[in-house]
């Protein structure tokens, strides 16, 4: 080890097993077994290694006085010393800790973090932290118990207003909870903040817990279970060696799990002021150097947020911050205008969906999607319905009837001028609505709002899922009127006011959840959205039913197999009274007995009596 000396400085009350313990795994390094209270320093001391059994109090004492000596200190796991264990660390078992001294004989120089001037080997916790530092009472507890008590936290948990002043810069904000931990090897940490995190950096870490619902939490901790190196999203990151924190009322917090209250906490660094043998799991530097500063405080609620968060229970769903709802309520006044450029793009889009039905071709339909801009009034409507704004309500509205309706006129006298009059499978396609169609209304209504409500997110994907579900049927529709087909524009109109419904219905609910109203004002006008929605699903209800129907109908006549022909291609023409249609593939034309017996074995195989409408192909 290099050192003149070793002594083992151990406690007053130690027993005799433990000492016979430690004798016999510390044999090969022949310890002068020393009680703290005989400890002295002075200059003999000099390059001796002091092998210490202490508990954490006891520990605390001695390293001020061993600072400024040429001593080397290594910690042994003392039953009472788990604080100092996880600060410096050392691993559990004694034999591990002693195999470890044993095949490190390199020193280092470590820093001390200190809280109100009192030293911290492991960590600093204030309010609420959720189990993100290990303290003694939580660490050695089942999963079950540790569970449990954050589940039962979450209920009562309350954020409290915290000033954070650092040397460069000032902060006020709201937080739930915050952890401060010399390097992240010390705690829970280490499997959340960065990597580069050393005992002998002259830096600390503090994470600062500021969530804004219960939702959030839970999600976060599902997450958890899965990916593990990641902060919480509503959490930030100090890296310094100099904070303070101030409330205006005392709180309570945590040192080494030692309980206290104070309305200022001041924390900071010494540098290198313990020369020692770390343990295996502690990261150190192999030569001293200073870390850069971390300050990354974005996801903290600041000014107005900070204000309407502090004192009160976290709510179940986030509530949109002030900057949040002022900035998104503006974009969606100016979207529920009527203005030129918006009903050119509405003429335009139907126009080509038009041409792309007519012409078959599903790439053009899908250009004219591109184009739609029915998604900003649409989007502006979820939230003048969830808001119980009417004058936002009847704009957004304003708006929508406007485009819809420049582009049924479009679509109409385009139909009147096109020779083509016979539906094709892009018109056949959007008569039939079912609840399918709802599905896709409500998934683009959920897109549309978090678009807008994140401006991160590139909102014309959003609006493209939008457009696909309301620019082909309102053309298909036109299309349906011009003709003067009842069937088509009627199905067509049907799925262009469901996904209407949908969208807006869904929308609005996204804002709900994103905490853009409170639940009391949002009630009456998310269930009127309901209320329509569910009208309108029962004629799409029955026709999802008829699709299953005519499916199973049609995969039992597909299964069958004949040795004399092939069928193929079957579908159903009408369910009341059963039309099926078949094409049938044989090397010769069927003869009216063989065509008997098909129709005989289909109505064996469907049990009911059927119309047969069949096609032969004849091979050759």
């Known amino acids: 080890m290099g050192a003149k000396r070793t002594v083992l400085l151990h406690s007053d009350n130690l027993k005799k097993e433990e000492k016979e313990q430690l004798d016999s795994l510390l044999e090969s390094h022949e310890p002068s077994f020393i009680s703290l209270s005989d400890f002295k320093t002075d200059a003999d001391d000099s390059g001796t290694l002091v092998l210490t059994y202490l508990n954490d109090e006891e520990l605390r004492g001695l390293i001020p006085k061993v600072s400024e000596k040429d001593i080397t200190l290594a910690v042994l796991p003392h039953p009472d010393g788990f604080q100092s264990r996880v600060g410096y660390g050392v691993d559990a078992k004694l034999n591990e800790a002693v195999m470890h001294l044993n095949t490190s004989p390199d020193t280092v120089t470590v820093d001390s973090m200190f809280c109100n001037e009192r030293l911290v080997f492991n960590n600093v916790v204030i309010g609420d932290t959720f189990q993100l530092a290990t303290t003694g009472r939580t660490a050695t507890a089942p999963w079950w118990k540790r569970f449990r008590y954050v589940i039962g936290r979450f209920w009562t948990l309350r954020p409290f207003r915290v000033s954070v002043e650092t040397p460069n810069k000032e902060i006020d904000t709201v937080v739930s909870g915050i952890v401060v931990v010399q390097h992240g090897k010390g705690s829970m940490l280490s499997r959340l903040i960065l990597e580069n995190s050393f005992a002998n950096d002259n830096r600390f870490h503090a994470i600062l817990i500021s969530p804004r619902s219960l939702s959030q939490l839970v999600l976060f901790a599902l997450r958890s279970i899965f990916i593990r190196k990641r902060l919480p999203p509503f959490a930030a990151h100090i890296k310094t060696n100099e904070i303070r924190f101030k409330a205006q009322e005392s709180f309570d917090f945590s040192e080494d799990g030692v309980s206290q209250s104070a309305k200022e906490i001041e924390i900071k660094v010494v540098p290198a002021q313990v020369r020692m043998i770390p343990g295996r799991h502690i990261k150190t530097q192999s ?10 405080v974005s996801q903290l609620p600041m000014k107005d947020s900070a204000k309407v968060m502090a004192g009160k229970k976290l709510p179940f769903i ?94 109409v006298l385009l139909t009147f001028i096109t020779p083509i009059t016979s539906p094709n499978n892009e018109i056949l396609s959007r008569i039939r609505p079912n609840l399918l169609d709802l599905g896709i209304a409500v998934l683009s209504g959920v897109a549309g709002a978090y678009a807008h409500a994140r401006e991160e997110i590139a909102k014309t994907l959003a609006g493209v899922a939008i457009a696909v579900a309301l620019v ?12 003067w087909d009842r069937e088509i524009f009627l199905g067509a109109f049907l799925l262009l006011m469901t996904n209407l419904a949908g969208m807006v219905l869904a929308g609005a609910v996204t804002f709900l959840v994103m905490g853009y109203s409170p639940f009391k004002l949002a009630r009456k006008g998310v269930l ?41 291609e079957a579908r159903v023409v009408r369910l009341n009274p059963l039309t099926v249609g078949i094409t049938v593939t044989a090397d010769h034309n069927l003869s009216e007995d063989e065509l008997d017996e098909l129709k005989k074995s289909l109505e064996k195989s469907l049990d009911r009596e059927i119309d047969l409408e069949i096609t032969v192909a004849i091979k050759r």
């Open 318 to 411: 986030k509530h949109a911050s002030t900057e949040e709802f002022q900035a998104l309520f503006t974009v969606l006044r100016n979207n529920a205008e009527v203005k030129t450029s918006y009903l050119v793009l509405m003429i335009l889009s139907t126009t080509l969906a038009a041409f792309g039905i007519f012409s078959n071709s599903t790439p053009v339909v899908i250009g004219a999607m591109i184009l739609a801009p029915l998604m900003a009034p649409i989007i502006s409507l979820s939230m003048a319905t969830l808001r119980q704004d009417n004058q936002l309500a009847i704009n957004s509205a304003k708006s929508i009837l406007a485009g819809l309706l420049a582009g049924f006129i479009c679509a």
């Open 528 to 568: 009127l959205s309901l209320v329509f929605v569910g009208i309108l699903s029962l004629p799409l209800g029955l026709s999802f039913q008829r699709m299953v129907q005519e499916h199973n109908i049609v995969e039992k006549i597909e299964s069958l197999k004949y040795e004399e022909y092939e069928v193929k």
């Open 472 to 483: 082909p049927p309102l053309a298909v529709s036109a299309i349906g009127l011009a003709w």
């Open 287 to 296: 030569e001293g150097g200073e870390a850069s500063d971390i300050f990354k």
